[in-house]
């Protein structure tokens, strides 16, 4: 399994070789390292912790410098099931793993969006934009059971008004059409999750 963390900076095109756009993503990956191997005799479970991004050492509290001594001042920390791959701590994962061409997945933490009805938030039609009706055009309808399937009351998961956004969400299968090295840029097909500066975890 190849990992590595970074960050979303823009959107953007760029044309390939043959003249074709491609609607591409800007993220920046600069290397991480590994702070912690797991193994299974002492953590019961194989796995790879690494740390990202630069913290002002004086917000980093005692435990947390203990573990990360010598190797640097981390803001963001994931732990990645290690499989066949070795590696030992101090060791720099940078996009060198990585080639172009290759399918990715990409998690984020998506755009909160605040309080929305359920028109936006489930893409549901409302109702009749006609035949007398006066202030229906964006409300959900009917919501309880009566004395049918829920027996007068409103089921659990009823898709209703709430909270959307700020989840963390999943990309399969996007492509990586340039890998930019000196600058640790990778350029990704389509979109990604988040708003710009949202840190992104890279899988392959």
């Known amino acids: 399994m190849k990992f590595i963390l970074g960050t979303k900076q823009n959107m953007t095109q760029i044309f390939d070789d043959e003249g074709r756009v491609f609607p591409v993503t800007v993220i920046s990956a600069l290397p991480s390292t590994v702070v912690q191997v797991k193994n299974m005799d002492k953590d019961g479970y194989e796995a790879v912790q690494i740390g990202y991004g630069n913290k002002n050492p004086k917000k980093i509290n005692k435990p947390i410098q203990g573990h990360v001594k010598g190797l640097g001042n981390f803001s963001t920390f994931r732990e990645y099931k290690n499989g066949s791959t070795k590696h030992a701590v101090g060791d720099k994962i940078d996009l060198t ?15 909160g969006k605040g309080f929305q009805g359920t028109v936006k938030r489930h893409g549901f039609a409302g109702g009749s934009r006609t035949h007398g009706q006066k202030h229906s055009e964006r409300e959900p309808g009917a919501i309880g059971g009566g004395g049918g399937r829920a027996g007068g009351r409103v089921v659990k998961g009823m898709r209703m008004s709430g909270r ?23 350029y990704v097909k389509g979109a990604v999750p988040g708003r710009r500066g949202t840190l992104l975890e890279i899988r392959a």
């Open 97 to 111: 793993i990585f080639n172009e061409g290759e399918a990715i997945t990409v998690t984020g933490i998506s755009k």
């Open 164 to 186: 959307m956004g700020g989840d963390r969400v999943s990309v399969k299968n996007l492509k990586i059409v340039k890998i930019d090295k000196e600058n640790s840029t990778v």
